[in-house]
């Protein structure tokens, strides 16, 4: 027993320190130090595992491939429709706020950050990336993907780089809303790192399949209308106050390799 | 020693690149933990002090990249390594491949006791908004054939490799 003695207390007294130090920030410059010693190993090694569950994915997916192809021409000519008619739309608007003095919303400032892996514990679904409280990131801010789709919020800030939380996680909550009719409103959130949900919707609500689900910009660092998903299917039990959508993500959040985050 | 330390260093480096780059990118890897599998060859084959060393400097890095509260691995490879030491020392000493196998499952089962005490405690103290959901078993599971798979590969390559794994048992 003496011989664990001495060590278990030495390893005690360190850890103790350590946890701290880490507290009070002291620690802060010698973690941001260590991440990016480790950041280019980690990303190289990220980015040919992700290359290899793309690869993998094309070939478990590639009987179904054929038919999305057909589907997604037919979406394709709907979307250059709309595209049409949005153009039009935003133009007529433009002229109107124009007409009307409106004061323009202020523009958004983005900062581009590499996602350097994912977070080292299995108990949440969040990746770290290369920005950090020196880029001016805060907890809170979102997330979106180069295409502009929402895929997490900022969740712990570093010196130098930032934990995300992304959308999957169960712990995850972001206020959105359907673009349809009547707009309907709820809370987007993570399920077990598979999918998401939206919950929080009325009964009374209409929701249709593919309808978009965008953020309502009710949280505060969260702008408004940033895409999150799509609706696949609707649960509703007559009993109960609210009904829930089974969403689809519009982009998969096993692929990311860049990010961006919106300072508003 | 300090070529020990180097070593440790490259060990710790090397470790921490696949472990986060490449296994907590798929599913069924995700809680396996290469840091694990090294701290059981350390305990076997190199002295208490450096087991610790390298104990530490895991629980350090896995802290830092984590969603968990700040400590939460330092405890647990702290622990895990304290009683892989008392377990190796006082029922595992002669070093055969079984024995290792069997070092191997408790640490494993160590690990995922600590680890699953930690993180409760601080998520019912409060302090940490993660804690187990149902996709947790199954990859936790796959975790203890996986660790037994590497260090079988691990312990084939040293055996061929070194005289460090020949049974203490058999030698003349």
Redesign the interface.
Known sequence: MP??FK??AG??A??IF??LF??LGWLAPA?SW??K??AP??????N???GV?SFRNFWLAQNSLLTENNNLQAQLVQCQTNQAQLNNLTAENDLLKRELNFVREKPWRYVSAKII????????Q?V?INRGRHDGLIPGLAVIAASGVLVGKI??VGDAHS?V?LLTD??SRVAATVQNFGQTVGLVEGQ???SLSMTNIPQNQELREGDLVVTSGLEGQIPRNLIIAKIDSVNQVASEIFKTAILSPIVSF?NLSYVAVIIP | MWRRNLFIIFLL?LS???????F???FWL??FNLFLVVLVFFVNLSS??AA?IFA?GS??????????P??????TL?LT??VL??LF?NFFTNRSFYSLLMLAVLAVVAYQVVFLAV?GVLYFAGWS????????WL??TGQLFITLMAVTLIFWFINRQSKSFKPTFLRP
């Open positions: 011989r664990f060590p278990t390893l005690a360190v850890i350590l946890i880490h507290y973690e260590l991440v010693a480790i190993v980690s990303w190289s090694i990220h040919f595992s992700g569950k892996t994912g977070v080292s514990d299995p108990l949440s969040s770290v969740s712990e934990k939380l169960n712990k077990f790192g598979l096993d | 480096y921490a690149g696949l472990q986060l780059g490449l907590n990118n798929f995700s809680q208490f002090s610790l530490f629980g350090l890095l896995l802290d830092i990249f984590s969603s968990l700040f400590g939460t691995y330092l405890t702290g390594a304290l030491e008392f020392f993180a908004d993660f804690f187990v959901h149902h996709n947790y990859p936790a």
